[in-house]
């Protein structure tokens, strides 16, 4: 019955998107009270389309045009509101709805992002790295602000003001952070290949850390996934970085059956490494560790199947990763932090293996498609070559999926059953389990709330 338990999860997963695909539609309520606010002046709003209307006052002149248009930013879609005059002039946009820590609009507004866009017409291009200055640190946010910024007012420029808007051509351009990335992610094959350079793993993690997590704060998360099965795809000549980072994460296990991201490049598995190295502190979870481990499924079960029930992509998600490379948060994202830190100083990669859903997404995927490897040639080796039951290099087994057989096994040094009365660090990983289960459960709730 165990292992048909994902196939039974699947449908119920798509039928959760299909459902939220379905019956997601422009609210025009909340679409009218987004007009009243962007031109209170207006007595009346003649629609163009769905989110956008010509706004007049009590004599029918044309005040100007008004709407609303969503992008995905960091967090998830973005619900952005413009104003065009009747001279083609813009106004600053106005962020009605959004899942972006406050930190990022802040640094944007502080940047004077939103203030460009008054020197912009409704026919200009309108592209981030073109016509527009994206911000340095919060790139996916401004991005999407300005592609909202583009829709409504190209709209407009056609619909309403007969011109003809301009259109940038963007080259995908793979600069240094790009570059960079690309390599991290090959160290991280390399090292899971040749056993020598295994040896580096702390070294690429510290690496992670720096790269992936403070310079670029571009952690692979759940959100990733969910926006991807949602179409919600960032310009690829804007954001090339976003697809390193996905390809990095999901192409090996999908050819190779390896988890490589989580082994050997993940930032947050660098901050447990380091924390744990510090503490020098390694207590037994005992028969814990194994009963809570597959708990990670749920999650990542609960957490995509609300992702896909809102159709956003930071409902479902919990991660830590921004909270502590962004150095921003709400209150129930640090105190997850908190936990998550605390508990690696005393039990090696806490949060990987009892919490991470992004790291559970990525070592079923790599199991899935060695099995798959399995029935087609017939003869039980996974892809790296290993045969099975040794230990697995591709993620798989013990320590490339994070932790060592000893620390798996319900069984204390004299071979006999772990003891029924549970031990001093076992009620300590079992506290720092609970508390970090329900700041799971209250992040979550804050972010289906703040839907």
């Given amino acids: 019955m165990k292992k048909y338990l994902p196939w039974l999860a699947l449908p119920l997963l798509l039928a959760a998107l299909l459902y939220a695909l ?11 009270d987004c007009y009243r606010a962007l031109l209170p002046e207006a007595t009346s709003f003649e629609p163009l389309t769905d989110a956008i209307a010509a706004a007049r006052d009590a004599s029918g002149a044309t005040l100007g045009y008004v709407g609303v248009s969503s992008h995905v930013g ?6 952005v509101g413009v104003v065009v005059r009747p001279d083609g002039s813009l106004e600053e946009p106005v962020i009605f709805s959004h899942k972006e820590t406050q930190a990022y609009l ?13 020197t912009r017409r409704a026919d200009d291009a309108l592209t981030p790295g073109f016509d527009v200055d994206a911000v340095s640190g919060a790139t996916l946010s401004s991005n999407a602000v300005a592609l909202s910024v583009n829709e409504v007012a190209h709209t407009v420029a056609t619909q309403a003001l007969e011109l003809t808007p301009r259109k940038a051509e963007l080259p995908v351009r793979m600069g240094i952070p790009e570059l960079v990335l690309v390599a991290l992610f090959v160290l991280g094959l390399l090292a899971s290949t040749f056993k020598k350079l295994a040896r580096s793993r702390l070294l690429l993690l510290s690496a992670g850390i720096v790269i992936l997590g403070f310079w670029l704060n571009r952690s692979f ?24 980072v996905i390809a990095g994460a999901l192409l090996p296990p999908l050819i190779l059956g390896k988890n490589i991201y989580c082994t050997f490049v993940c930032p947050f598995c660098g901050l447990q490494e380091l924390t744990h190295k510090i503490s020098r502190v390694n207590l037994s979870t005992g028969p814990l560790l194994k009963i809570l481990r597959p708990l990670r499924f749920v999650f990542l079960f609960v957490a995509l199947f609300i992702g896909f029930l809102f159709l956003n992509p930071s409902c479902g998600s919990y991660e830590p990763f921004g909270t502590v490379f962004g150095l921003n948060g709400e209150d129930f994202n640090w105190y997850l932090l908190f936990v998550a830190l605390v508990a690696s100083f005393f039990f090696h990669r806490f949060w990987c293996h009892v919490f991470c859903p992004a790291g559970a997404l990525l070592d079923f995927v790599a199991s899935k498609r060695r099995d798959a490897g399995k029935k087609l040639c017939g003869k039980k080796k996974c892809p790296s070559g290993a045969k099975c039951g040794a230990a697995c290099p591709s993620g798989g087994a013990t320590r490339a999926s994070g932790g060592s057989e000893a620390a798996t096994k319900a069984v204390v040094k004299d071979g006999t059953n772990a003891p029924r009365r549970p031990t001093k660090a076992q009620m300590l990983f079992l506290i720092l389990y609970a508390a970090g289960a329900f700041c799971i459960v209250w992040t979550v709730w804050a972010n289906v709330n703040a839907h």
């Fill in 106 to 118: 802040h640094n944007i507004k502080q940047q004077g992002f939103f203030r460009q866009f008054e």
């Fill in 22 to 32: 379905r019956t997601h539609t422009v609210d025009q309520s909340l679409v009218q």
């Fill in 74 to 79: 960091y967090g998830g879609p973005m619900l």
């Fill in 221 to 244: 998360s759940l959100a990733y996934v969910l926006a991807a099965c949602m179409g919600f795809f960032p310009s690829l000549a804007q954001n090339p970085g976003w697809y390193v």
